[in-house]
Every structure is written in C-alpha cells, then in structure tokens.
C-alpha cells in the first residue's frame, strides 16, 4: 500500500506562485512514476507533470515555462512548482503514484488564483 498527501494550495493572486508537494508513505520502493493532475470545476481532470523513479520529467504544453515537477529522494516527496499562475490554473491539484500493479491518487489540494 501507497499513501499520498498533498499540500500547498491556497488562493494567490494572478501572476503569483505556489509549490504543491505530494508526500509518499507507504511501500514507496514500488513507485515508478508520479503524476500531478488536476480537475477544475464541470472539467475532467488533466494530466499537467510526471516524473519517474529516474528523473525524467514532462509537463503538458499548457503549463510548460510555467510549471516545473521535481522530487526529493529523502523525503520521498514530489514537487510541483508553479509560477506566473492564471485564473485558468485554478483547479483541484491531485498526485498520483503508479506502481506494476496499482494506482494510487491522494486526496487533492486546492489552488485558487484570482484577484
């Protein structure tokens, strides 16, 4: 079993910033990739970052220059940073932890940016 509690979110203004962390516990060894997706109001949820077990990272065209995923080995906690954020970034933000055999999401976190 895999845990998974984000934290970070908050209201900021336009053009603000945020970092969302996503902390693992559990059997965290059988992790290879973690994902932050997030869900805005009457939308589905959209992938924005992952990284895997090794570093390599992507995040989708949307929040690309904008967004930045990264992890913390001896915390066993992964990052997403975000700056320059719009009302659109507006959302409920979740990790999710892929393992061979399971998914695991956390509970989300919300990020409101408006004036």
């Known amino acids: 079993q895999v845990q998974f509690v984000e934290s970070g979110g908050g209201l900021v203004q336009p053009g603000g910033s945020l970092r969302l962390s996503c902390a693992a516990s559990?059997?965290?060894?059988?992790?290879?990739?973690t994902d932050w997706y997030r869900q805005a109001p009457g939308k589905e949820r959209e992938l924005v970052a992952r990284?895997?077990?090794?570093?390599?990272?992507n995040v989708v065209d949307s929040v690309k220059g904008r967004f930045t995923i990264s992890r913390d080995n001896a915390k066993n906690t992964v990052y997403l940073q975000m700056n320059s954020l719009k009302p659109e970034d507006t959302a409920v933000y979740y990790c999710?932890?892929?393992?061979?055999?399971?998914?695991?999401w956390g509970q989300g976190t919300q990020v409101t940016v408006s004036s």
């Open positions: 990284i895997t077990r090794g570093g390599e990272t």
């Open positions: 559990g059997s965290i060894f059988s992790i290879y990739r």
């Open positions: 999710k932890g892929l393992t061979p055999t399971q998914v695991y």
